[in-house]
């Protein structure tokens, strides 16, 4: 496996067991009913059609359209539903920039339980005030690092559950089943690429991905300012950003962590790194071509198929996932402009 171009070293930080495919499939048997099963849906049009071969076939897996607008619900719900009846009186916590404290917010009301979240004061005021209307206690902080380290002192002293954004196997177990929906709805694909945060979504969805189909390749994807899990693959061990800067706040990751690094380095063929520019022009792809109004997150992988994998993955069978949608309007017209401007 590989971080860009260069061979990477063997990881020291292997999970000691991943999720089987029994286990992924008896989760999402549990999470029927309580997450959707999302939609995909085949890009046949706009830049498809005009940068890439006719025998190529880009596959969008849908998950903009889960409850709470992400992902995030299912790994929510799955480390929810292992909670015993001491912890679920007790409350959870979460950090998270967003999806991931939208979600915690509805699960930990579903599941008649209290949340208290961190997020930074920055955050989408979209997700913020579904936090809100969901019940969740919002503690807002200066930097994603700063809360970090307030969600987890609130396990120390209030003996609360951190329902973490991207780490451990609950997480993966809730990922991995968009795995198990996917190669279901695409038979044969070739290759999918997943956009990279801290690594559960990847990590989870590769994990489903090369259990049913060894032969097909997985690629993650990070912005330049938010790549703990490229420096991760490059250096062995998980990373730590000393700054995060990139407009997919929702991938913004302060750093990666022993389970996810290592369910993604035995399962994720490779990650690549993409520019905020090339994110913003294809929200502005995605706006334009499949009417799809998506965060910038949502857009890596687009970004990455039209350009770092391009010449890789052109004329295969490829299935981009759509992670989330969930940003205020006025923040969403200024990076569709931006990405419009800067032409195909």
């Not at 198990?180 to 991905?209: D, H, T, Y």
């Not at 996932?321 to 200024?334: E, F, K, P, W």
Request: charged share 20%.
């Amino acid at each position: 496996m590989q971080a860009c171009d260069q061979d990477a070293p063997a990881s020291t930080n292997a999970p000691s067991a991943h999720p089987s495919l029994a286990a992924l499939r008896a989760n999402a048997q549990r999470l029927r009913g309580r997450v959707l099963h999302t939609p995909v849906w085949q890009w046949r049009t706009g830049i498809v059609e005009q940068r890439l071969a006719p025998a190529t076939e880009v596959w969008l897996k849908l998950e903009l359209f889960q409850h709470t607008g992400s992902f995030k619900l299912r790994g929510a719900v799955t480390a929810l539903g292992a909670l015993d009846a001491a912890a679920l009186r007790r409350g959870v916590v979460a950090a998270s920039a967003g999806n991931h404290a939208v979600s915690v917010a509805h699960a930990a009301r579903a599941a008649g339980t209290h949340a208290k979240l961190a997020m930074p004061r920055q955050a989408s005021p979209a997700r913020i005030e579904a936090c809100r209307a969901a019940g969740a206690e919002l503690l807002l902080h200066d930097t994603v690092h700063e809360a970090f380290a307030a969600a987890q002192a609130l396990v120390e002293t209030e003996g609360r559950t951190m329902i973490h954004p991207f780490d451990g196997p609950l997480t993966a177990l809730g990922t991995g089943t968009i795995g198990l929906e996917l190669m279901e709805q695409v038979p044969a694909l070739e290759a999918v690429i997943v956009p990279v945060g801290g690594g559960g979504l990847a990590g989870g969805i590769a994990a489903a991905v090369k259990q049913l189909n060894p032969a097909c390749q997985v690629y993650g994807v990070e912005p330049f300012g938010a790549d703990a899990m490229a420096r991760s693959f490059e250096q062995g061990a998980p990373a730590t950003l000393e700054r995060v800067d990139t407009v997919a706040d929702s991938l913004g990751a302060p750093y990666a962590m022993a389970y996810s690094h290592g369910l993604c380095r035995r399962f994720v063929d490779q990650i690549v790194r993409v520019s905020d520019d090339a994110l913003c022009q294809a929200l502005h792809w995605l706006a334009r071509d499949m009417k799809l109004a998506v965060e910038p997150a949502a857009a890596a992988a687009t970004a990455a198929l039209m350009g770092p994998l391009r010449a890789r993955l052109d004329g295969r069978k490829v299935a981009l996932i759509v992670c989330g949608t969930n940003l205020d309007a006025a923040r969403y017209a200024q990076l569709l402009a931006r990405g419009a401007a800067l032409g195909d």
